[in-house]
C-alpha cells in the first residue's frame, strides 16, 4: 500500500498520512458539490418563484368584473423558511467545500476540535434543512389539494406553473436533504475513528 509521509506540526514523531484517505476525502467533497447544487437550485427556484393571473370573479350584466393575482413565495412563512434554510445550507456546503480543497495549501490541520466542528455543523444543517422542506411540502400539499374540513380551498388549479415550479425546488432539497444525511455520518465516522487515517510512525 502506498503511503505518503507528512510531518505533524509541534510534534518529533512523523505522520503518515495513508493514501486510502484521500478517496475518501475526494467522495465527501463530491458529495458536498452536489448537496451545494441541489440545495442551491432549491434556494433559487423557490425564490424567484412568481405567477400572476387575472381571474373573473363575478358578472355585472354583461361586463365581467376581474381581479389580478400574483402568487409568490413571501406570501408564504413556510416557503420564506425554506428559501432561507437552503440558502444557509448552501453556504455552509460551499464553505466546507472551500476550506477542503485550500487545506492543504495552507497546512490546515483538521484533526481534533475542527473534526468536531465539522460533524456538529453537519449535523444542525441537517436539522434545519429537514425541518424546513417538510414545512415546505405541508404548505404544497395545502396548495395542491386544500383541506375540506377547514374550508381551505386548494389554489394549483389557479396557479400552475408556481406549483410546478414549487415541487421542483422542494425535489431538489430533498435531495440535498438526503446527501446532507450522508455527509453528516461521513463527518461522525471520521471524528470517531481518526487513526484509520493518520497514524504516528515511530521516529
Same mark, same amino acid.
Not at 467533497?29 to 440545495?39: E, G, I, P
Not at 465539522?118 to 395542491?144: Q, T, Y
Given at each position: &500500500?502506498?503511503?505518503?509521509?507528512?510531518?505533524?506540526?509541534?510534534?518529533?514523531?512523523?505522520?503518515?498520512?495513508?493514501?486510502?484517505?484521500?478517496?475518501?476525502?475526494?467522495? !465527501?467533497?463530491? !458529495?458536498?458539490?452536489?448537496?451545494?447544487?441541489?440545495?442551491?437550485?432549491?434556494?433559487?427556484?423557490?425564490? !424567484?418563484?412568481?405567477?400572476?393571473?387575472?381571474?373573473?370573479?363575478?358578472?355585472?350584466?354583461?361586463?365581467?368584473?376581474?381581479?389580478?393575482?400574483?402568487?409568490?413565495?413571501?406570501?408564504?412563512?413556510?416557503?420564506?423558511?425554506?428559501?432561507?434554510?437552503?440558502?444557509?445550507?448552501?453556504?455552509?456546503?460551499?464553505? &466546507?467545500?472551500?476550506?477542503?480543497?485550500?487545506?492543504?495549501?495552507?497546512?490546515?490541520?483538521?484533526?481534533?476540535?475542527?473534526?468536531?466542528?465539522?460533524?456538529?455543523?453537519?449535523? !444542525?444543517?441537517?436539522?434545519?434543512?429537514?425541518?424546513?422542506?417538510?414545512?415546505?411540502?405541508?404548505?404544497?400539499?395545502?396548495?395542491?389539494?386544500?383541506?375540506?374540513?377547514?374550508?381551505?380551498?386548494?389554489?394549483?388549479?389557479?396557479?400552475?406553473?408556481?406549483?410546478?415550479?414549487?415541487?421542483?425546488?422542494?425535489?431538489?432539497?430533498?435531495?440535498?436533504?438526503?446527501? &446532507?444525511?450522508?455527509?453528516?455520518?461521513?463527518?461522525?465516522?471520521?471524528?470517531?475513528?481518526?487513526?484509520?487515517?493518520?497514524?504516528?510512525?515511530?521516529?
Amino acid at each position: &500500500m502506498a503511503s505518503e509521509n507528512a510531518y505533524k506540526p509541534g510534534s518529533k514523531a512523523p505522520v503518515v498520512l495513508s493514501a486510502s484517505a484521500k478517496p475518501k476525502n475526494w467522495v !465527501l467533497l463530491l !458529495l458536498r458539490v452536489v448537496a451545494f447544487c441541489a440545495t442551491a437550485a432549491g434556494t433559487i427556484v423557490m425564490a !424567484l418563484n412568481k405567477e400572476t393571473n387575472t381571474f373573473v370573479v363575478a358578472t355585472i350584466g354583461t361586463t365581467p368584473i376581474q381581479v389580478t393575482l400574483t402568487a409568490k413565495f413571501q406570501h408564504t412563512p413556510a416557503f420564506v423558511f425554506f428559501v432561507i434554510a437552503n440558502g444557509l445550507v448552501s453556504f455552509h456546503n460551499l464553505l &466546507m467545500i472551500s476550506v477542503s480543497i485550500f487545506a492543504g495549501k495552507f497546512n490546515i490541520d483538521y484533526k481534533g476540535l475542527r473534526h468536531g466542528m465539522v460533524a456538529i455543523l453537519d449535523m !444542525l444543517n441537517v436539522a434545519l434543512l429537514s425541518a424546513a422542506v417538510n414545512a415546505a411540502v405541508f404548505m404544497a400539499e395545502l396548495g395542491k389539494h386544500g383541506n375540506s374540513h377547514a374550508r381551505w380551498n386548494k389554489i394549483c388549479d389557479k396557479f400552475e406553473t408556481f406549483c410546478s415550479h414549487g415541487g421542483g425546488a422542494i425535489v431538489a432539497s430533498y435531495i440535498g436533504l438526503g446527501l &446532507m444525511l450522508i455527509i453528516s455520518v461521513m463527518s461522525i465516522l471520521k471524528l470517531l475513528s481518526p487513526k484509520s487515517t493518520y497514524q504516528v510512525a515511530d521516529p
